[in-house]
């Protein structure tokens, strides 16, 4: 279908009034650019404060929310908000900075699961939290909510009739395959069902009834999968 105007990897992405958007990622360094996919090419619409890789997006009643990631030296614990791609501005920030957390809107919030707390280039076997952070766009709020029972990055959140999950990731450099139930009122998970095999990384993508997880790594970079996995529930 075409190609991105800058090439870059773990990005964050976002659907804002039916037009796709690419926010930063990383290259030879982390990117700033937010790109956008309209009428079969690329271009680049606006430019986060910095540039940032690892990070995550969930959109709320027509905003995107970037959340976590890395700027090259540090955790990114401001949390972005944009319309348009063009005009962004701090909605919040986390309680703790984080990247690779698994993060999903549900109930006219965003919530973080986890995520990786390692300032070097790579993350595998450094150090992870449990956090369950929720973000609440009306008040610019961030709340720890819970923890998961280990802690861990790279995790995939979704939303499924109505019920809040989180499924596989990583904890210290292992793959999972465990799917939790979130209750949003405590944090606390209960555990429901397994991936068909340990994952992680993969892309999420929901309907009214169904989730499906595509691609993923099983434990790193240098194993990616090729399989999509549909969630429904039964």
Do not use: C, K
């Not at 037009?19 to 650019?33: K, N, Q, R, Y």
């Not at 993060?103 to 300032?119: C, N, S």
Request: charged share 15%; proline share 4%.
């Amino acid at each position: 279908m075409g190609a991105l105007h800058e090439a870059v990897h773990d990005a964050a992405g976002g659907l804002l009034g039916g037009i796709p958007l690419v926010f930063g990622g990383g290259a030879a360094t982390e990117v700033a650019d937010v790109q956008n996919w309209q009428h079969g090419r690329s271009q680049v619409v606006g430019h986060l404060p910095v540039g940032r890789s690892d990070s995550a997006a969930a959109v709320v009643g027509g905003t995107a929310f970037v959340v976590g990631g890395f700027d090259g030296s540090s955790l990114r614990r401001d949390i972005l908000a944009t319309t348009d791609g063009r005009h962004i501005h701090v909605a919040g920030r986390l309680r703790q900075g984080v990247r690779y957390p698994g993060v999903v809107a549900f109930d006219g919030a965003v919530w973080i699961f986890g995520g990786e707390l390692a300032t070097t280039d790579g993350t595998n076997g450094g150090p992870e939290t449990s956090a369950i952070q929720r973000f609440d766009p009306r008040t610019g709020r961030t709340t720890v909510v819970g923890h998961l029972p280990r802690a861990m990055g790279h995790a995939m959140a979704f939303a499924l009739g109505g019920e809040l999950y989180v499924a596989g990731g990583r904890s210290a450099g292992v793959a999972r395959d465990r799917i939790l139930r979130i209750n949003p009122s405590n944090g606390r998970g209960t555990g429901v069902g397994r991936l068909p095999h340990a994952e992680s990384d993969a892309a999420v993508a929901a309907s009214a009834a169904t989730v499906w997880l595509v691609g993923g790594e099983t434990s790193g970079p240098t194993e990616p999968q090729r399989t999509i996995y549909a969630l429904t529930l039964s």
